[in-house]
């Protein structure tokens, strides 16, 4: 059925105007209607769709391998699409955003970071060449996020900053070398889940919270909970004297949890 085949391969999903919708990675835009509890199906090119973020009331812009895509919530229509260039699209896999302010976001990539607004469509920000030097290379950027002026990125070699306005290289934080899989903000903290565990970012610093296995992301619970994603199952993080610490794993749940909404 419809709904089984949204089951077997989430992507991403996201809540609009009671509709959720989800992305996947071989199969296109689903639509759920949280009144009638239906759901649509809507294919798009190859229906690889990689990343979901709403941009206006009724538009969504969708990352797909070769590009960006926009739909629209009301008519249920893919309305335009944004390549790179006609002739290397197809080397370039986009993969997640980062809102700059209310018409600009930043789009990693595997070849780098672009800027993306509906007027000018994408542009090249920072495109990354592997130098001479191991720190010129910042490795195929996996995850992005704007936070306290920062833009931050996640790669398979680990992850860098630098504030929003600065033209200087990225610096690497120290401690997070390795593979990066997510940022992501709780109430105000930045969290990174990376091979190694999870890390709490403060600016240019990186403390491990967390180190019994590889982290895939987190989800917020309450106030003083979180919920995070690893390679061998489900742990819980509380709050504790202003900072996080692990409680306990979900007991009987042994399975990689890539993914957690």
Not at 61 to 73: E, K, M, Q, S, W
Not at 167 to 181: E, M
Request: charged residues 20%.
């Amino acid at each position: 059925t419809l709904a089984q085949i949204v089951i077997r391969a989430p992507k991403m999903e996201l809540i609009v105007n009671s509709q959720i919708f989800v992305t996947s990675y071989s199969n296109g835009l689903f639509v759920f209607n949280t009144k009638n509890k239906t759901w649509k199906q809507f294919t798009y090119g190859s229906n690889m769709l990689t990343k979901i973020a709403a941009i206006s009331d009724n538009e969504l812009l969708i990352a797909t391998v070769d590009g960006l895509v926009l739909f629209n919530t009301k008519t249920k229509k893919f309305t335009q699409s944004y390549l790179e260039t006609k002739s290397t699209t197809t080397q370039t896999s986009f993969k997640d955003f980062a809102q700059i302010d209310k018409t600009h976001w930043y789009v990693s990539s595997t070849k780098g970071i672009y800027i993306f607004n509906k007027q000018d469509g994408l542009k090249p920000a920072f495109v990354f060449k592997k130098g001479n030097e191991e720190s010129d290379y910042l490795g195929t950027i996996y995850t992005s996020i704007v936070y306290n002026e920062n833009l931050y990125l996640g790669t398979n070699q680990g992850l860098f900053y630098r504030n929003i306005k600065s033209k200087d290289a990225f610096q690497l934080i120290k401690n997070t070398r390795g593979q990066v899989w997510s940022l992501t903000q709780i109430d105000g903290a930045l969290f990174c889940g990376h091979d190694s565990g999870t890390f709490w970012i403060k600016k240019n610093q990186a403390k491990q919270i967390f180190d019994k296995q590889g982290t895939w992301n987190l989800k917020r619970i309450n106030d003083s909970t979180i919920l995070q994603g690893c390679y061998d199952g489900l742990y819980v993080l509380e709050k504790k004297n202003q900072t996080w610490v692990l409680k306990n794993k979900i007991r009987g749940f042994e399975n990689s949890s890539k993914d957690v909404v």
